[in-house]
């Protein structure tokens, strides 16, 4: 979500900040802002939208100074306005802030009772004017910090700037992420590595309830007790040039059509090309011998996290617990002796799927996370990490990454199958042997990306849209539904095919196109056709995904249909992605929506 850059001796460092947070675009925002320095006076610039109109704003007006922060907001409290935008400040500090300050309502009306008043809607100016209330009490900008820290509560991340220091950032960082660049005379805050790559590639992440001090010679970090802690220094593999479209329109079409190298890359890492076996990175745990299974994601993670279910309990025979994040801590959820919860997500800094995880560690579970960045929050805090190599995404809708996941995933449960003796060697084989075809036919289902844009013509007239799947299909088709929300707007519900008669049906007419993920498994393939029939019978329209020959089996009662490639039912999830994820592209292209920065969402989720 929100994007802080912070940089303590700059060379014009408005500018800097201004690239810095451009690296943060893909988190998602609604304004941007920055404050400098400026012959020891805060000076701001801040502008609704784009960071296009920060920089205009900039250029109109430039700000002088070496020392600054900067910031991306996504609105939470207030709404989006340049009023309401970052940095806040008063005379004496200036705030960039990641988060929510849950008692910022009892904190508002002590200030205002002391004579202090606020500019904003926001929950952020709250802290600038605690931390100046410290200050003019004649306290020194680290007391009047330290003090202010021990007044909030929720989850967040801080950076200040302070009148009269030139040579002082302070950062917080409670529950969102907060690292620290280090670099020659130079000293950085950014809320992740792809921020802070331009500047350096030594990084300190802190940790939960750390708070640092900035100058121009290095850092100082104290934990949630004040004490004076070391962290350590990592080099990061994020490359500090700016990622390019390479000739696509957007980053979106570029990174779906990544896919087959990215899954390539993943499938090297966890399949053995000389055994034909699954090789997992070492596991301080048996996952095999676990009783059950608990995986925990949200968004899209979670629609991967729900195939592997079906792996997982049908390969492995092994009982597996799915739940979003957000709901599955507030359960107070049982977990058995012996168990390994699995978290899955691209950032590796979801704030809930964090927190989820800090519950099942609490319960005595073994973590294991899928996640695309191993210096990770969550990453960090697991016993064993499975690494994506979907490099970075910038495309706010997820694709190459929900399709690195399931790799990872697929390759996880043929191991753990093989280890319990649910599957023997043979087998094993057979099914790593269909995973190192992915790449392959997922190049296959790209050769349609001239047919699915003319299927998105038609679809992008409908108000609604219906998608259906059956076994591991039904994740798919929910995951087409939420890629189609999320860029075009068009409101889509996903559907088990089996559940249409049990209330969906209702909404069938021929204003609905319907879209039916049907890879051709033995038994489901013929239930799911009962239901288009269902569907058809009932006037409606529907659009097929499955192979030439399941095509040909409902030709007559559909009204568009998508040939994909023969493949194992393992896979199957994996291929039939790639087609949904083009519809939802190109429709969102054809309703002229902001594909790659959609309106409302947020590529990194850092708040509850």
Not at 176 to 183: C, D, F, K, M, Q
Request: hydrophobic share 45%; glycine share 8%; with cysteine.
């Amino acid at each position: 979500m929100c994007g802080i850059v912070g940089i303590v001796g700059g060379e014009k460092a408005a500018w800097q900040l201004v690239d810095g947070l451009r690296r943060l675009e893909y988190r998602g925002y609604d304004s941007a802002g920055v404050a400098t320095l400026v012959e020891g006076r805060i000076e701001r610039r801040r502008a609704e939208g784009k960071l296009a109109n920060l920089d205009r704003r900039l250029r109109a007006a430039p700000l002088a100074g070496t020392t600054g922060i900067g910031h991306t907001r996504w609105a939470t409290h207030g709404g989006v306005s340049e009023r309401n935008a970052h940095p806040h400040a008063t005379d004496r500090v200036a705030i960039v802030h990641n988060g929510i300050i849950e008692n910022y309502a009892e904190l508002r009306d002590e200030l205002r009772t002391a004579g202090r008043h606020m500019e904003s809607e926001t929950d952020t100016e709250i802290v600038a004017h605690l931390v100046t209330h410290h200050l003019d009490q004649g306290m020194e900008p680290e007391a009047a910090v330290a003090a202010t820290l021990r007044r909030l509560t929720g989850a967040f991340s801080l950076a200040l700037l302070f009148a009269g220091r030139d040579d002082l950032l302070i950062g917080a960082r409670r529950g969102t992420p907060l690292a620290i660049g280090w670099g020659d005379g130079t000293m950085f805050f950014g809320s992740d590595a792809m921020a802070l790559a331009p500047f350096t590639n030594r990084i300190t992440y802190l940790e939960d309830g750390d708070w640092a001090v900035l100058t121009r010679g290095g850092a100082v970090v104290r934990d949630e007790t004040d004490r004076i802690v070391e962290r350590p220094v990592r080099l990061s593999a994020v490359t500090g040039a700016l990622i390019g479209k390479d000739g696509y329109r957007h980053y979106m079409l570029k990174e779906i059509y990544e896919q087959p190298a990215v899954i390539g890359d993943t499938l090297n890492a966890f399949v053995s090309p000389s055994t034909g076996r699954v090789t997992l990175p070492e596991i301080p745990f048996d996952v095999a011998g676990a009783p059950r299974l608990t995986i925990v994601a949200c968004g899209t993670a979670y629609l991967a996290g729900a195939v592997a279910k079906y792996w997982f309990e049908k390969i492995a025979r092994l009982p597996v617990e799915i739940d979003v994040a957000s709901e599955f801590r507030y359960r107070e959820a049982p977990l058995p002796a012996g168990g390994v919860a699995i978290f899955v997500s691209q950032s590796g800094e979801t704030l809930d799927t964090l927190e989820a995880l800090r519950y099942c560690r609490r319960q005595g579970q073994k973590i294991l996370s899928v996640v695309n960045v191993p210096e990770s929050t969550i990453a960090r805090e697991s016993d064993a990490v499975l690494q994506t190599l979907a490099g970075p995404e910038i495309g706010v809708a997820s694709t190459k990454a929900f399709t690195t996941q399931l790799v990872v995933l697929a390759c996880l449960a043929v191991a753990v199958a093989r280890a319990r003796g649910a599957i023997d060697g043979a087998e094993e084989a057979r099914l790593c042997a269909a995973l190192r075809e992915v790449p392959a036919r997922v190049a296959d289902v790209l050769a349609h990306d001239e047919r699915i844009r003319e299927l998105a013509q038609e679809v992008a007239l409908a108000r609604d849209v219906l998608y259906l799947g059956r076994g591991a299909a039904f994740p798919i088709a929910l995951e087409g539904a939420l890629k189609l929300k999320e860029i075009s707007y068009i409101h889509a519900e996903g559907y088990a095919a089996g559940e249409m008669k049990h209330g969906p049906i209702a909404l069938i007419d021929d204003t609905v196109p319907v879209i039916v993920v049907a890879p051709p498994e033995p038994v489901l393939f013929e239930k799911t056709a009962s239901a288009v029939q269902e569907v058809t019978a009932r006037g409606g329209r529907v659009l097929l995904l499955s192979d030439a020959a399941g095509c040909a089996k409902l030709a007559d009662r559909t009204t568009w249909t998508v040939p994909l490639p023969v493949c194992d039912p393992l896979v199957a999830p994996l291929i039939y992605a790639v087609p949904v994820q083009l519809l939802a592209y190109h429709v969102a292209v054809v309703k002229g929506t902001d594909v790659d920065q959609p309106r409302n969402l947020a590529k990194s989720v850092t708040v509850e």
